[in-house]
């Protein structure tokens, strides 16, 4: 970026230092303005934008470390260097942690300054591009707010988009966590109905009572407690986007209320006498495996079939492990604009635990473990520890006197038998080049009519 378009606020209640130093900036072709203390320096934070403060430390009232954290939650883009005297460079260093860019001790010379400077404008520049670039393959690789590179994914954004468009029953299957509800709200986003409501019902919150009164609305008097006439989740979504959540969930009862519904398009409400016609999208979604309740006659064939028009499986996130340095990538991202700390990413051991692991919660529980991290990170990078992860999970858990070798080698075999011992493939999965992967395929002598486990089937 051109110098002079890099606007540098001085924090310093000498007025002496205040001045040499914007003079000293100014002649390196910077735009540079002064703030004399704490406090008007955070109303400047707060009122304009800014690339670069350079903040005193120790200040009369607002400190460098007050303004320092007023800047990180109003303005994170833009970097601090704290300036301190030798015997606060303690605090300095705790500058750092708290997300400071760098720390220069008083007194230091113009090149000291102007080197600094340079490097960070560098790196500034950088990390701009950075974000175009992410931007882009976010675009590429996105729909609306999910993310993925997985080919199955990609494949289910496209259904996602061409099914919005039309005005069919969508039923999206996948385990918890997984982005059912994020995918809904995507396909609504995306539909000719955008402009209209999007309304979310959890099906397994509530009795089967209070649900069928939250999906139909009820009369006044229908029942004790009914003062008012209330108007259903179907009524209120007129126009756009009925998205029912966990509906593997529902009462007998409510599935034939449900299914009627859904056939005569209309319905009544609690209480009344007058059928109600509605033209509402409807969504449903659930964690359960549909068609195992349907075989086991806890869910009608009908209504399956009724809400099975278009059907969308979300696969686990263990299915498709290459999304996993990507979510974390953004993830991070995110956690970097929302927290008041620096962090930067995770370890490449952290990124191994991260990669092997089984995630039952999936891409929720993805977020979870990184926002834990990132809390409990003592610096930018987040270690392993800091994840407070198992060393293991899932169905082939080794005993805990498992080696993390042992874990290794049995997770690779399962992902190699998983996928016929296709290398390219597993590899990918794994998220190691193949080379890695014959080299561990040879450290551990794997053999394609090995066994995972002894009892797995
Ligand atoms: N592909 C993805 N890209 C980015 N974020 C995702 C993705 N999938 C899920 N998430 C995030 O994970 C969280 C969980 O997603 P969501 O609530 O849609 O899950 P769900 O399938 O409805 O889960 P449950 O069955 O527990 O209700 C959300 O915060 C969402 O932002
Ligand atoms: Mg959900």
Redesign the pocket.
Known sequence: MDKEKTRILVVDDEEIVRDSLAGWLREDGYSVETAADGSSAVDRIKAESWAVLLVDLKMPGIDGLQVLEEARKLQPKASVIIMTAYATVDTAVQAIKMGAYDYLVKPFEPEELSLMMDKLITQQDLMRENILLKKALKQQY?FR????KSPK?QAIFELAKVAGQSHSTIL?L????????????AIHAESPRSTGPFVAVSCAALTETLLESELFGHEKGAFTGAILRKKGKFELAHGGTLFL??IGDISQKLQLDLLRALEERRFYRVGGTDPIHVDARIIA???RELKKAVEEATFRQDLYYRLNVISIN?PPLRERKE?IPF?VD??VDQLRAEMAKRVEGVSAEAMELLMAYHWP????E??NVLERGAVVAKGPIIQCDDLGLPPSEGEAEPDSSDSLKEMERRHILRVLNEYHWNITRSAQILGIDRVTLYNKIKKYGLRPDDETSPSEE
Do not use: P, Q, Y
């Not at 996948?174 to 709200?185: C, D, H, I, Q």
């Not at 919660?361 to 929720?364: H, K």
């Open positions: 996105g707010d999910l993310l993925s994914m999206i996948g385990e918890s966590g997984t982005g059912k509800e994020v995918l809904a709200r959540d966990e979604a659930t964690n979300l999304d979510l953004h993830f919660g999936n891409v929720r993805l977020r």
